[in-house]
């Protein structure tokens, strides 16, 4: 069974930094695309940036370019994403997404992790 555990979030001051790790287990990874995603309240849950198994060309959202910076490391099943410069509007709850191989959807999501910014 696939699971996916987040971590790393917290309350941190406007231009502050976090980093985020996404944990995967219950089978091999490879060829998978994994995102991390975000969804503030009465909002819905945005891709924030992607990247595949041999990480490269990742994928960033506007709002978070220049500013979050995604990574993984294979050989210990990891996802990263590293978060400078924050804002207030970047406080929301970040998920962990997986995609497998030959497949369009992220079908596979951890519990989530609350990041609150502070102004």
């Known amino acids: 069974q696939v699971q996916l555990v987040e971590s790393g979030g917290g309350l941190v001051q406007a231009g502050g930094s976090l980093r985020l790790s996404c944990a995967a287990s219950?089978?091999?990874?490879?060829?998978?695309?994994m995102g991390w995603f975000r969804q503030a309240p009465g909002k819905e849950r945005e891709l924030l940036a992607a990247?595949?198994?041999?990480?490269?060309?990742?994928y960033y959202a506007d709002s978070v370019k220049g500013r979050f910076t995604i990574s993984r490391d294979n050989a210990k099943n990891t996802v990263f994403l590293q978060m400078n410069s924050l804002k207030p509007e970047d406080t929301a709850v970040y998920y962990c997404?997986?995609?497998?191989?030959?497949?369009?959807?992220?079908?596979?999501w951890g519990q989530g992790t609350q990041v609150t910014v502070s102004s």
């Open positions: 997404g997986g995609r497998p191989k030959l497949t369009t959807k992220y079908d596979y």
């Open positions: 219950g089978r091999t990874f490879d060829n998978w695309r």
């Open positions: 990247i595949n198994w041999s990480g490269d060309t990742p």
